[in-house]
């Protein structure tokens, strides 16, 4: 289970999906960034544009935060698929957030249900919250290490920094911050 919410609608996307449908790391079968990117990517391009994307994600650097993420934002900015991106990680230790809500009511709910289909899952999901909806496997999985990992550097001390900022006014340059009131470092990418 992978899951967005929108906070401004409110709508949270649970992306399901077997582990034999899934790329990972050297087509690992596991949720690594090229799983993790693939439905970010379905998720960004089916949504309607917004001028600013603002995510909170947990401080997971084998699925998160990595060079590969990072590179996959400053593309969407160079590519002109975004204005603007800023992403926030929880600080290790403090790692509830909504989408964990959205997480909890429908584990909750599938606790004390009886499912055997698909269907059955996705019915259970959706009615153990308003805001929970589902999304089953239909996005296509790609190699984004491979495609991203040759045009983009690694951030050195990526684990140390909590906000990064994509924008089109600087393409190709993150900055960074290792707390809300730290000094903004930049990085050509």
Known sequence: DF????EAIPEQLHYLFHEGQTIGPNNGKNHGPNAVISMLHSYLDTRPHAAA???HCDNCCGQNKNKSVM???CWRIMAGLEDDI???FMIVGHTRCSVDGGFGMAKKKYR???CDSPAQLENTIESSAAQNKVAFYTWTWR???TFLGEK???IVGITKYQH???SREFPGVVKMKESVDAEEVSLKL
């Open 112 to 114: 004390s249900a009886d």
């Open 143 to 145: 190699d984004w290490d």
């Open 152 to 154: 983009f550097k690694r």
């Open 164 to 166: 990064f900022h994509f």
């Open 71 to 73: 590179a996959y934002m």
């Open 86 to 88: 800023k992403l926030s």
């Open 53 to 55: 994307v603002h995510a």
């Open 3 to 6: 899951g967005i919410i929108n």
